[in-house]
């Protein structure tokens, strides 16, 4: 597959991206709105296109999917009255796997022999090719580009009698992350892959029987809907929630925890609890110990916005340096508003994020970053505070070098294009043009999650974009390590 095309003008496609979220509720009133209201709290894990699918009485499903931000999308009162019914199953696409188009945008949905039965996916399959293949050759015929799709016809070929059955069945064939919720006629699904990648809460909206379960990304998507979070759905899990309350099985057996550390340090929203773990706080400790590890003579702390703030306050309090928002960022950024020309394009960065000038000029300046990918944001960035008047500019990551790709569910470029893959710090510091650059190291990060340092047995996270330690088999990409990560899925189409 091709890169997917940038959709923003100033998008130099540097940087990750984030990668889907998911929101399910069972038993509610208003569970469209509900949904979409979770998905809005979601959106900053996907914002390629939404989608929700309501059950009303015994086998009525209503759905809308659209491509865009979910309040365009769901913000018609028509499209939300004619998603009826108690329960309901959302989801933000950011695609890591797949075409841009309405045909991926999930939840997906099917008609089996049990009923209609919809999913929603966030992660990435490791061996969707190969289960494509053989599915393809016993007849299937896939409708979508989306690795997720298989869940589907896995669930679909399946001899087991009964949907929960067929499921399990299904999830043990599939290697890769996922935290999926399904919704079919009677019940709702919340499942983690075995290890636990990516994230999925458990909340509840209302006591006793009247009550309704909330399923989520992100305890953020609870807190805007009002439920109270109950616990993480643990790795390897599935929960089945029906009229007869909630129902936990582990049928995958026990395997090492590997949640994506980075989404402490990027992906989740600082407001919300991730694995018992305030994001905002960790992120507050990765600075301070970025500050411990590599402190330099400076005159003022600046963030670059918003990922890299926390853990800039952490690391101005921990040097007694000075923060100032010496960076502001532009939310209104619209996405289609410009046409992309050339000349567009080389404003890049200054369209996102301007200079401070009264806080920058005439000061030696930290920089504070959540990571590094390709170098381009970085070496515009400074470049612009330089151009604001700055003496020194010292670059410090809040992550250790990103050497490695993603293959668990975040778009990353390919390895060859990161520049940390190719480059000692110096090096490094060198072409964004910073008079010094740090990045946290990979003790130091797990020390600010309350480590003793990493334990290389069982690091208790997934660390591979800094290791090269898969822990989950890349069958589809066996051999070829420096891959795009979606390229299997699209060749087989
Ligand atoms: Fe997260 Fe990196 Fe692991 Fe991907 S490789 S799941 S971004 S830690």
Request: with cysteine; net charge negative; charged share 20%.
């Amino acid at each position: 597959m091709q890169p997917l095309p940038s959709t923003q003008p100033w998008d130099d496609e540097d940087g990750f991206h984030e990668e889907c979220g998911v929101f399910g509720v069972w038993n509610a009133t208003d569970a469209a709105a509900l949904t979409a209201l979770g998905l809005h709290a979601l959106q900053h894990r996907g914002q390629e296109a939404s989608g929700i699918v309501t059950l009303a009485e015994k086998g009525a499903f209503h759905a809308h999917r659209g491509l865009g931000l979910v309040g365009d999308i769901f913000g018609d009162a028509k499209v939300m009255a004619s998603l009826k019914g108690r329960c309901a199953v959302g989801h933000n696409r950011y695609a890591t796997t797949g075409e841009t188009a309405l045909r991926n945008v999930q939840p997906l949905f099917a008609d089996f022999e049990f009923g209609g039965l919809a999913v929603a996916h966030n992660g990435n399959l490791t061996n969707a090719a190969v289960l494509k293949r053989a599915l393809v050759r016993r007849g299937c015929l896939f409708q979508s580009t989306t690795d997720s799709e298989v869940f589907v016809h896995l669930i679909a070929i399946s001899l087991y009698a009964n949907v929960v059955d067929r499921l399990i069945d299904a999830l043990k064939q599939v290697q890769g992350a996922y935290s999926l919720i399904a919704l079919h006629d009677g019940a709702l699904i919340g499942a983690r892959d075995p290890m636990g990648v990516r994230p999925l809460v458990l909340g509840r909206l209302g006591a006793g029987e009247g009550g309704a379960y909330v399923l989520a990304s992100e305890t953020c998507a609870l807190d805007i809907v009002g439920a109270e979070f109950i616990r993480d759905i643990e790795p390897g899990e599935l929960v089945i929630i029906n009229n007869d309350g909630l129902r936990s099985i582990k049928p995958f057996g026990r395997t090492q925890s590997r949640f994506c550390i980075f989404e402490y340090i990027y992906f989740a929203r600082p407001d919300s609890v991730v694995e018992g773990t305030p994001v905002y706080a960790t992120r507050k400790r990765i600075g301070s110990e970025l500050a411990r590890e590599s402190h330099v003579e400076a005159d003022v702390v600046v963030p670059v916005p918003d990922s890299g703030v926390p853990a800039a306050m952490g690391y101005a309090s921990e040097a007694g340096i000075p923060f100032e928002l010496g960076i502001i960022r532009n939310h209104y950024v619209g996405r289609t508003f410009i046409e992309p020309t050339d000349q567009i394009r080389h404003l890049g960065v200054k369209l996102k994020h301007s200079a401070n000038r009264p806080m920058i000029e005439g000061k030696r300046v930290v920089l504070v970053d959540d990571s590094i990918v390709r170098g381009t944001t970085s070496k515009k960035i400074v470049e612009m505070v330089r151009q604001a008047g700055a003496k020194e500019v010292h670059m410090r990551i809040s992550s250790p070098p990103t050497t490695h790709s993603c293959f668990y569910g975040i778009d990353t470029p390919e390895r060859e294009k990161l520049l940390a893959a190719n480059h000692d710090v110096e090096e490094m510091a060198r072409i964004i043009g910073a008079d010094s650059l740090a990045f946290i190291s990979l003790d130091g990060m797990y020390r600010a999650l309350g480590r003793p340092g990493r334990d290389a047995a069982n690091p208790g996270y997934c660390d591979a974009c800094f290791t090269g330690d898969y822990a989950i088999p890349l069958t589809d990409f066996e051999g070829q390590p420096e891959r795009v990560p979606t390229l299997l899925v699209a060749n087989s189409k």
